[in-house]
């Protein structure tokens, strides 16, 4: 498994973290999907096209950003049988910079709605500075975006009491991805960050591909996502 661990904070042992058990079911343990930036979109393609708006590869137009790839994600999940949900609040049009401050008040009144939920994930798109880097991978003989894990540890000034349950999940996410989609996954990125992930036990962000992809190698990503999220929860 690969891991980008730019963490100066924690001294973190990933084989134990790995070796810990996970129990999720899908009759307890909901998910939440939200993007905290919503407007990030991807490359025009035959099937998708589209004029940018609100700035360099971003769209307002809820067809072609972020909200287009969580909702594909939240409908995969739920023909797995999840009880899942997602958020489609905007948080950074007109504003990127104060995106994650209004998603934390996304992500703590929907959690409060729904009395808690066993997994959250921010759906993103890697924010690469032109049009050129296309991250897939073959399966199957078709063309998949990858897809990064970024983890917030969090420091001391900012701590992130929930790091090392989210990270156990990242690490068993990934590795299972490793075994069934060799490739889909990019080097896991650990950052001393929070990314809201403070706010609930098995919180992630998931980029799915880069400004490169099209939206079509995306929604097949949301497909191998929403497989082995499959795998780890119990019925």
Not at 56 to 69: G, H, P, T, V
Not at 96 to 110: C, G, L, M, P
Not at 133 to 160: E, F, H, K
Request: charged share 20%; with cysteine.
């Amino acid at each position: 498994m690969k891991i980008l661990n730019y963490s100066s904070t924690r001294n973190i042992n990933f084989e134990e973290l790995l070796e810990k058990n996970i129990t999720l079911t899908k009759a307890s343990d909901k998910i939440l999907l939200y993007n905290t930036h919503t407007s990030e979109s991807y490359s025009n393609s035959e099937k998708y096209q589209f004029e940018y708006s609100g700035g360099i590869m971003r769209s307002l137009d809820a067809k072609y950003n972020m909200l287009a790839i969580a909702k594909e994600l939240n409908s995969n999940l739920k023909e797995k049988g999840f009880y899942s949900i997602h958020n489609t609040t905007p948080h950074d049009y007109g504003t990127y910079t104060s995106a994650y401050a209004k998603s934390r008040v996304t992500v703590q009144e929907a959690l409060s709605q729904m009395q808690g939920a066993g997994i959250v994930i921010d759906v993103h798109r890697d924010a690469a500075g032109d049009l050129s880097y296309r991250p897939v991978v073959n399966i199957n003989g078709v063309q998949v975006a990858q897809v990064m894990l970024v983890m917030g540890v969090g420091t001391s000034s900012v701590p992130n009491e929930n790091w090392e349950e989210n990270l156990k999940l990242a690490l068993k996410l990934q590795q299972l991805a490793d075994k069934v989609y060799p490739g889909l996954f990019r080097p896991m990125y650990i950052r001393n960050s929070v990314y809201n992930q403070d706010l609930n036990k098995y919180s992630l962000l998931m980029e799915f591909g880069a400004t490169g992809n099209t939206i079509e190698e995306v929604m097949l990503s949301t497909r191998c996502i929403a497989n082995l999220l499959n795998i780890i929860y119990k019925d």
